[in-house]
């Protein structure tokens, strides 16, 4: 029985599910943007969130250099590839630009988005050639984005997503709006 256990389990056994949810955060730490399952987007989101917030906090504890160490030893601990952590944290050749921790230091959460592709996988559409690949065009917080779609060898109708890290900050959010007060009149 499965009472009481809320995690997935995704037809794999659990070390087969701690290296996919390792590898699936890897890649879009790494490229910004990967097309999964909703299923293997909804299990891997929790998990890279958790990794930007200790990275955030290592960010902020730059200059109590043991609780830095202490994130920095925690996230990688967890994902095991030093060039990932090393742009979480914004080292190495990731000084200049901040890396990833250091872009959302004024967000409280929501790093992540899942954007519906279709209902099933959408690959080599029916009678077009073997070399036509469809592409999906959208547009993100002012940006043209284009994705090309990868038609599926295996058959299945699991619904593909785009798993993706939210730019950051957006303006509209960064305006403290004033505050408008109502008095009460006494009688």
Same mark, same amino acid.
């Given at each position: 029985?499965?009472?009481?256990?809320?995690?997935?389990?995704?037809?794999?056994?659990?070390?087969?599910?701690?290296?996919?949810?390792? !590898?699936?955060?890897?890649?879009?730490?790494?490229?910004?943007?990967?097309?999964?399952?909703?299923?293997?987007?909804?299990?891997?989101?929790?998990?890279?969130?958790?990794?930007?917030?200790?990275?955030?906090?290592?960010?902020?504890?730059?200059?109590?250099?043991?609780?830095?160490?202490?994130?920095?030893?925690?996230?990688?601990?967890?994902?095991?590839?030093?060039?990932?952590?090393?742009?979480?944290?914004?080292?190495?050749?990731?000084?200049?630009?901040?890396?990833?921790?250091?872009?959302?230091? /004024?967000?409280?959460?929501?790093?992540?988005?899942?954007?519906?592709?279709?209902?099933?996988?959408?690959?080599?559409?029916?009678?077009?050639?073997?070399?036509?690949?469809?592409?999906?065009?959208?547009?993100?917080?002012?940006?043209?984005?284009?994705?090309?779609?990868?038609?599926?060898?295996?058959?299945? !109708?699991?619904?593909?997503?785009?798993?993706?890290?939210?730019?950051?900050?957006?303006?509209?959010?960064? /305006?403290?709006?004033?505050?408008?007060?109502?008095?009460?009149?006494?009688?």
């Amino acid at each position: 029985m499965r009472h009481r256990k809320r995690e997935k389990h995704l037809g794999r056994t659990s070390s087969h599910r701690k290296a996919l949810r390792r !590898n699936l955060a890897i890649n879009l730490f790494m490229y910004g943007r990967i097309v999964t399952t909703k299923e293997k987007a909804k299990f891997v989101r929790p998990f890279v969130e958790r990794l930007i917030t200790l990275a955030k906090k290592g960010v902020s504890k730059k200059e109590d250099r043991v609780m830095y160490i202490h994130y920095y030893r925690q996230v990688l601990s967890r994902l095991n590839n030093k060039e990932v952590v090393r742009k979480l944290f914004g080292e190495g050749k990731w000084r200049e630009t901040g890396g990833i921790g250091h872009r959302y230091i /004024e967000r409280c959460g929501g790093y992540t988005r899942i954007l519906r592709l279709s209902g099933s996988r959408m690959g080599v559409l029916t009678g077009s050639s073997v070399g036509d690949i469809p592409e999906l065009e959208y547009k993100m917080e002012g940006f043209q984005r284009k994705l090309r779609l990868v038609g599926n060898r295996l058959g299945d !109708n699991a619904s593909q997503v785009v798993f993706e890290l939210v730019e950051g900050v957006r303006e509209e959010e960064k /305006e403290i709006q004033p505050k408008v007060s109502v008095s009460k009149e006494k009688k």
